[in-house]
């Protein structure tokens, strides 16, 4: 499985954009871009997957480089509630596959 | 939608008990997954299912685990016998196949074997 890389933690100011960075320097072609976050004491969360062009949904965007080799989150008003740890996964689709790989996130912090 | 449901919440065993843990995937879901997250090795895929068939197992620790999926909506993980290394949170996942990269986890089932 292509590997990502990402800050342990982060810290961020209610109200304020997050931009949560993800590398994947070794990412193919077939590899899908997923960011789950998990909330304390809950189950992980689906927040936003992609390919190769940027993507928006109603809680997130996802920023993808040109090159494909990282991609950031975008929170654009972090609230407390936004305090979690942010998953940056890749997914390979050739085979099928519906495996996710979870590394050990970005633990986001913010502050009221 | 009432979304992944899991039971038991808690368990609290001693070692060399059997442990079932239950879930109930979102009506329609056809693909059922089982993690485990510990502090030491994070989350990790335990076995999937596509259409109640096991596709993936090599997550499994070892046979004393084993998992079913009888029908579209009901799937067990058994353990037997426990041992204290299998605390853990378990969590259960599913998704539409077309809609694969949306894994929908439930609350989990907390382990703890004394």
């Known amino acids: 499985d292509a590997k990502t890389t990402q800050p342990n933690s982060m810290e961020s100011n209610e109200e304020e954009p997050v931009h949560l960075p993800c590398n994947h320097s070794t990412i193919s072609g077939t590899d899908y871009i997923h960011w789950y976050r998990q909330l304390p004491s809950q189950g992980p969360e689906y927040v936003i997957h992609g390919l190769t062009s940027n993507v928006n949904n109603r809680m997130a965007s996802l920023a993808i480089a040109e090159d494909r080799k990282s991609s950031t989150l975008i929170l654009h008003r972090a609230t407390l509630r936004d305090a979690a740890v942010y998953y940056c996964?890749?997914?390979?689709?050739?085979?099928?596959?519906?495996?996710?790989?979870f590394g050990k996130g970005t633990k986001l912090t913010v502050n009221p | 939608d009432a979304g992944v449901i899991q039971s038991p919440r808690h368990e609290v065993t001693e070692m060399g008990q059997e442990v079932t843990l239950r879930c109930k995937p979102i009506?329609?879901?056809?693909?059922l997954f089982w993690y485990r997250q510990t502090m030491m090795r994070g989350l990790e895929l335990l076995i999937y299912f596509n259409n109640n068939v096991p596709i993936d197992d090599s997550g499994m620790p070892e046979d004393r685990f084993s998992a079913k999926m009888p029908n579209a909506s009901f799937s067990t993980l058994k353990i037997q016998p426990s041992e204290p290394r299998d605390s853990a949170v378990y969590f259960c996942a599913s998704s539409l196949a077309s809609r694969l990269s949306e894994q929908y986890f439930g609350p989990g089932t907390r382990l703890t074997v004394t």
């Open positions: 996964i890749l997914r390979d689709t050739q085979g099928g596959s519906e495996k996710l790989v």
């Open positions: 009506s329609g879901h056809n693909s």
